[in-house]
């Protein structure tokens, strides 16, 4: 079976009964840098017909599900087809628009079966189904076809075939479609204007006679000339100033019945283009670039060559171009190649983009092109009745036939003479030796949709130059939004593209975001458990990732999440754990998190990343329950009521006081909390072997949590605890204090290499961070006098106690950042090690003067 007509059977398999493909048509779009398959298809119905666009997953397409629905364009009253349409690429661009929307698309030029495949044949059977007109068409059976667009799963994403589109790219392409729903053609009148002006100075010339010859003003006008200073000067340094002089005279030019402005100027050389507008229509030009091209000399001097302004006029892009091309009869070819070099180097600059002469909505080209006529017979020819005649000889007539330039421009018919060459100050040929021929060379031509020449004359009675003025009016449809009807566009295309995002991306389904701890403790593990899921149609891999971007620590020190990330095909689903546990170091964070009791606060944030998707935010709430452990030793001082009996507010607030209270007499200046804890083990765990371990191995005894309980009611009797878990409760009760004991004077003390420098240290630490040092110190002595039975060690003590008072890095001194964790250690084992070898007892009692309990 012949290739087409099998893509036709296959395409008519997509249709219901009574529905026929008349005729297809291959073709591509143009999307970034992608070429996207389509099939175009003529489908009848009940007398009406329509093109229905295919994206075509592969080509040649196998069955119909290679063929997915992407446009439908009834053709109706408001149908069109326009093969005319300003583009780069070629004769073989055309658009489609209708009722439901637009899009421009691309036809091979060349098909080996032009029955099926060559666009001619596809455009006449489009044509004819115009021709058939009915009174009342119905075209209901095309809401059978309607993809909610957006709305549904585009099948090439789900099997992979494309990408799904960045949101502004698909809301830029989805708006392009709906243009026909909110864009209008305002009408503007367009004044270009051409005059090679031969060098001569404007001294007392007016330029009423050419530039305000209208009864309407127009909306703006582009005034080009050339030759306005032919010196070597100019020539070789590519003078590019505007001429103030000239500029004036066309504003003093312009038409009386409104107030314009200069918009810009721009100049090489001779050439200069001046582009003024109405002021109250400069607010509608959004934008607006220039640019030069050089074709004389080394085809690069700018005695030749062009100048050009590139504006944004509502949505619209407009461009003038003002030539001088090369001269002389037999210069057709370098005319030619002047014609090409503008085309390909005026690229006028928008921020990053460039855009040709070409990618404009209308083109005027005005300016001296320099053609002449092919051949004479005598001055006489030149009557006004020969005008048409002679038009038949033109260079540029010609030229223009044979397609050799000026590609689907346009001009308006000549009425006027010949606009060279003259003797200036008359409106007589030329008399010099050369009796150079008359020719049409100042010319205005235009290129694009819904422009409309209005006049196209010169004007004889400005003397100036061998040159004539030329003008030409033109009334030009410029697209234009109907900001009423835009909003209401806008918002829905915003609806659509959401709806298009969340169905033709990876998503997954939290079984709930808000996970509830409710009541947490210190040192109690809280485990919970959510379940994700993928319903929809892709495959999905997710990751929990850091709030504050790559590399960043997904949850805080207290949660834990297992598995952090996985892979979940269509259907699958898994289960999350989430697990909470708040320990020494982060107690007094978990404080200032909370904040004040009573109410269940975020703990942590979980950002579940879903790639190509969309994140997912998990919260967790809870309400933390103070205990001592995680507050300073200065805050446990003040209390004057265990913790179990005040909230965490009252504690925060005793914890921001600097008032310690009024001294007692015999009172011990030491948290009760130690007090109690080494009170027991100096009564009962002396003897203790492994009464502290370097491994901390009692850290994770359940029993730990009861001497919690026990010290925040400040119970002293019937202890809970055994010496070891009680030795243990202590390490953790110094470590959760927010600031190591010896803080701020940590570099100090891996420095101090005597005892006597140790000493000093101590003695500038506040009063209650002292008096726990030493307390502690010299319970750890009496510690060793009993290591026959402890089995205790210097050494190792001064190691455990080290790390607890002297954890962390200090940013007090900068130069000893940099020490090695080995050798810090090492040096923080050193100081402590001073303290409990050395003799401590005079200066325990000249330090903390009232009798040591311990000591009794």
Request: a negative charge; charged letters at 25%; aromatic letters at 10%.
């Amino acid at each position: 079976m012949d290739k087409h007509v099998r893509v036709l059977s296959i395409t008519q398999e997509k249709f219901r009964q009574g529905e026929n493909v008349v005729s297809i048509c291959e073709s591509y779009q143009i999307i970034g840098s992608e070429y996207k398959n389509h099939l175009l298809a003529l489908v009848t119905s009940g007398g009406t017909q329509a093109i229905f666009s295919f994206a075509a997953s592969k080509w040649i397409p196998e069955s119909f599900s290679d063929l997915t629905i992407e446009s439908i364009y009834p053709i109706n009253d408001d149908f069109r087809l326009e093969t005319s349409t300003v583009g780069t690429v070629s004769q073989c661009q055309f658009k489609l628009s209708s009722t439901y929307g637009q899009a421009v698309y691309y036809y091979y030029p060349c098909s080996s079966s032009p029955s099926f495949k060559e666009f001619a044949h596809f455009e006449r059977d489009i044509s004819l189904a115009k021709s058939v007109k009915l009174s009342q068409p119905n075209f209901q059976w095309l809401e059978a076809y309607q993809r909610e667009d957006l709305l549904a799963i585009d099948r090439s994403i789900a099997d992979g075939s494309v990408t799904l589109k960045k949101r502004e790219s698909k809301f830029r392409e989805e708006l392009e479609k709906r243009e026909h729903e909110y864009i209008i053609f305002k009408k503007f009148r367009i004044y270009t204007a051409t005059w090679n002006v031969n060098g001569q100075l404007p001294s007392d010339v007016c330029l009423k006679s050419w530039l305000s010859v209208t009864d309407e003003p127009p909306d703006i006008y582009a005034v080009a000339f050339q030759e306005l200073d032919l010196s070597p000067k100019a020539i070789t340094f590519s003078e590019s100033r505007p001429d103030p002089v000239w500029i004036q005279k066309v504003k003093d030019g312009l038409h009386p019945g409104a107030d314009y402005e200069e918009l810009i100027s721009v100049r090489l050389v001779g050439m200069m283009l001046v582009i003024a507008v109405r002021q109250e229509l400069r607010k509608n030009i959004i934008r607006y670039s220039t640019e030069t091209v050089g074709t004389g000399a080394l085809n690069f001097m700018g005695n030749k060559g062009g100048v050009g302004v590139s504006l944004q006029l509502n949505e619209a892009f407009i461009c003038f171009v003002n030539s001088h091309l090369a001269a002389h009869t037999h210069e057709v070819d370098r005319r030619k190649e002047d014609h090409d070099e503008i085309i390909r180097r005026m690229q006028f600059k928008y921020g990053i983009v460039q855009r040709s002469i070409d990618e404009h909505n209308h083109i005027f080209w005005i300016g001296d092109l320099n053609y002449r006529i092919i051949e004479t017979q005598g001055r006489n020819q030149f009557d006004e009745e020969n005008y048409l005649e002679l038009l038949k000889m033109d260079q540029l007539y010609h030229e223009m036939h044979c397609k050799r330039v000026f590609n689907h421009y346009n001009e308006g018919i000549i009425r006027f003479r010949p606009t060279y060459k003259y003797d200036p100050g008359t409106d007589n040929w030329d008399s010099s030796e050369k009796n150079r021929a008359p020719a049409w060379c100042d010319r205005v031509l235009w290129k694009g949709e819904r422009i409309e020449q209005l006049t196209y004359e010169s004007v004889m009675r400005l003397q100036l130059s061998d040159h004539k003025p030329v003008y030409a009016i033109f009334l030009c449809g410029v697209k234009t939004k109907d900001e009423q009807k835009y909003k209401r566009v806008h918002e829905d295309v915003l609806k659509r593209v959401d709806k298009y995002e969340n169905d033709n991306q990876p998503q997954i389904t939290v079984e709930q975001t808000d996970i509830d701890f409710d009541i947490i403790r210190f040192n109690e593990t809280y485990t919970r458990d959510f379940t994700v899921a993928n319903n929809c149609h892709l495959p999905v891999h997710f990751t929990f990732r850091g709030k504050e971007g790559k590399g960043s620590k997904i949850c805080e020190s207290w949660l834990q999440v297992e598995p952090t990330q996985g892979e979940l095909i269509t259907g699958d689903s898994l289960s999350v754990r989430l697990k909470l546990f708040i320990d020494q170091h982060t107690a007094w964070r978990m404080h200032r998190k909370q904040k004040e009791s009573g109410s269940k606060v975020p703990l942590d944030i979980l950002v579940l990343h879903v790639d190509n998707g969309r994140d997912i935010f998990i919260t967790m709430i809870g309400e933390y329950k103070p205990s001592c452990f995680g507050f300073s030793v200065e805050t446990l001082i003040r209390l004057n009521n265990p913790v179990h009996e005040l909230d965490l507010k009252e504690l925060l607030k005793i914890e921001n006081s600097t008032d310690t209270g009024p001294s007692q007499p015999n009172r011990i200046e030491i948290p009760r909390e130690v007090f109690l804890l080494v009170d027991y083990l100096f009564k009962n765990g002396l003897k203790t072997p492994n009464l502290f371990t370097v491994d901390r191995r009692y850290a994770k005894n359940p029993n730990i949590n009861d001497i919690r309980d026990w010290l925040d009611v400040w119970q002293t009797t019937n202890f809970v605890g055994t010496p070891q878990t009680a030795g243990e409760a202590l390490l953790m009760l110094l470590e959760s204090s927010p600031e190591p004991l010896v803080s701020p004077l940590e570099d100090e003390c891996l420095y101090a290499d005597t005892f006597d420098k140790c000493r000093e240290i101590i003695k500038i630490l506040s009063i209650p961070k002292k008096n726990v040092f030493l307390y502690i110190c010299f319970f750890l002595q009496e510690v060793l006098k009993h290591s026959t039975y402890n089995r205790s060690d210097a050494g190792k003590l001064a190691m455990i106690f080290g790390r607890v008072f002297l954890r962390g890095h200090s940013t007090s001194r900068n130069h000893h950042r940099s020490l090695p964790e080995k050798e810090r250690e090492d040096r923080r084992t050193a100081f402590m090690y001073k303290f409990l070898v050395g003799d401590i007892r005079e200066f325990v009692r000249n330090e903390i003067p009232i009798a040591m309990a311990i000591s009794q």
